[in-house]
């Protein structure tokens, strides 16, 4: 594929796409049915349908049954490690492997022409990003992942908290399932800003953004205090009458949903003709300039709301630059 079809390379060879980043249709006003209509294939497939379907694998064959769940052991606690384990070096390492590794499509669509494992740094352990990236997830963040998913079906395994009934409520569910990838951009919304303040971002958020240039492994590579805050997202279904498949599909949504925005590539060459998007871009840009769109794709647009939104045009970058000279500004005026 050509992607200076899509859009263009500038003279250090980093790719942008000429598309401008736009929040969720029906946000705008008037409301225009058409756009909306068009919009919704795109939220449902390929990703949040792909993590629907690993929520109810992991229920009907990972996760054990409701006895067992009852008290917390290591046993079945380990088992739902090495599960959730094997399934991101497998999910994250198709894209690692056929687009960091092999290069399959070299830099069409890339938006930083270089890749991590060719720029070794002393930020990083051993001075590679990739093996930093990898340690850091497999070891730190996923076992995180982990204790939330005990904690929470434990809780329902005990009576703890509503068990929500398929049976009775298939409704109130079906929404409650529309609605959680717009829980999990409001929860990332706000704790990312809380760990970009200066003392928090320096202790906790600045392991996660040394990895300026973004590849797969990085999705997950955090500190122990973001890793935990990041998926405790699947928390809320403890406070709202929910059920355990639907928190699963919440922490799916963060835990696989992670490498949407570190894939670093704007389009993934699937056969001569045939692309998936990987929307990724409003993400790579807060890599890219770390005070904008600390929130997902504007299917809750708080950033627009925050005066953080870059729409990775011309225009964005002007809004971004005025919001740093005054923030210089003021910086400047107390000092």
Same mark, same amino acid.
């Given at each position: 594929?050509?992607? &200076?079809?899509? @859009?263009?390379?500038?003279?250090?060879?980093?790719?942008?796409?000429?598309?401008?980043?736009?929040?969720?249709?029906?946000?705008?006003?008037?409301?225009?049915?058409?756009?909306?209509?068009?919009?919704?294939?795109?939220?449902? *497939?390929?990703?949040?349908?792909?993590?629907?379907?690993?929520?109810?694998?992991?229920?009907?064959?990972?996760?054990?049954?409701?006895?067992?769940?009852?008290? %917390?052991?290591?046993?079945?606690? &380990?088992?739902?490690?090495?599960?959730?384990?094997?399934?991101?070096?497998?999910?994250?390492?198709?894209?690692?492997?056929?687009?960091?590794?092999?290069?399959?499509?070299?830099?069409?669509?890339?938006?930083?022409?270089?890749?991590? @494992?060719?720029?070794?740094?002393?930020?990083?352990?051993?001075?590679?990003?990739?093996?930093?990236?990898?340690?850091?997830?497999?070891?730190?963040?996923?076992?995180?992942?982990?204790?939330?998913?005990?904690?929470?079906?434990?809780?329902?395994?005990?009576?703890?908290?509503?068990?929500?009934?398929?049976?009775?409520?298939?409704?109130?569910?079906?929404?409650?399932?529309?609605?959680?990838?717009?829980?999990?951009?409001?929860?990332?919304?706000?704790?990312?800003?809380? %760990?970009?303040?200066?003392?928090?971002?320096?202790?906790?958020?600045?392991?996660?953004?040394?990895?300026?240039?973004?590849?797969? *492994?990085?999705? &997950?590579?955090?500190?122990?205090?973001?890793?935990? &805050?990041?998926?405790?997202?699947?928390?809320?279904?403890?406070?709202?009458?929910?059920?355990?498949?639907?928190?699963?599909?919440?922490?799916?949504?963060?835990?696989? @949903?992670?490498?949407?925005?570190?894939? @670093?590539?704007?389009?993934?060459?699937?056969?001569?003709?045939?692309?998936?998007?990987?929307?990724?871009?409003?993400?790579?840009?807060?890599?890219?300039?770390?005070?904008?769109?600390?929130?997902?794709?504007?299917?809750?647009?708080?950033?627009?709301?925050?005066?953080? *939104?870059?729409?990775?045009?011309?225009?964005?970058?002007?809004?971004?630059?005025?919001?740093?000279?005054?923030?210089?500004?003021?910086?400047?005026?107390?000092?």
């Amino acid at each position: 594929m050509d992607d &200076l079809a899509y @859009g263009k390379r500038d003279k250090r060879g980093d790719w942008k796409p000429n598309r401008r980043l736009e929040v969720a249709p029906f946000w705008s006003w008037p409301l225009k049915l058409p756009k909306v209509l068009a919009w919704l294939p795109g939220y449902f *497939w390929p990703w949040n349908a792909f993590h629907m379907a690993t929520a109810l694998l992991y229920w009907f064959y990972i996760v054990p049954d409701v006895e067992t769940m009852k008290t %917390i052991g290591w046993g079945w606690a &380990l088992w739902l490690y090495a599960v959730n384990a094997a399934a991101i070096f497998v999910f994250y390492g198709v894209f690692e492997l056929r687009y960091y590794i092999q290069r399959a499509q070299a830099t069409r669509f890339k938006y930083n022409h270089k890749f991590p @494992g060719d720029t070794p740094s002393d930020v990083f352990w051993f001075q590679s990003q990739n093996l930093d990236n990898f340690l850091r997830s497999f070891f730190i963040t996923i076992p995180l992942w982990t204790v939330v998913e005990v904690l929470f079906l434990w809780c329902f395994a005990n009576g703890f908290v509503p068990w929500v009934s398929w049976q009775e409520h298939p409704y109130y569910l079906t929404l409650l399932v529309l609605v959680a990838p717009a829980i999990h951009e409001v929860h990332f919304f706000f704790i990312h800003r809380l %760990i970009h303040w200066g003392p928090l971002y320096r202790w906790i958020h600045s392991v996660h953004h040394n990895s300026i240039n973004p590849s797969p *492994w990085s999705s &997950l590579s955090m500190h122990p205090v973001e890793g935990f &805050l990041y998926h405790a997202v699947a928390f809320w279904h403890l406070v709202i009458p929910s059920n355990p498949i639907v928190a699963l599909f919440q922490l799916h949504v963060a835990g696989f @949903g992670a490498v949407n925005g570190h894939l @670093g590539f704007e389009k993934f060459e699937l056969t001569e003709n045939m692309s998936l998007d990987s929307h990724a871009y409003a993400h790579y840009l807060h890599h890219k300039y770390f005070e904008v769109n600390y929130g997902g794709d504007g299917l809750i647009p708080l950033d627009r709301w925050f005066g953080t *939104w870059h729409d990775g045009t011309k225009e964005g970058e002007a809004l971004m630059d005025a919001r740093f000279q005054k923030k210089r500004e003021r910086v400047n005026a107390r000092a």
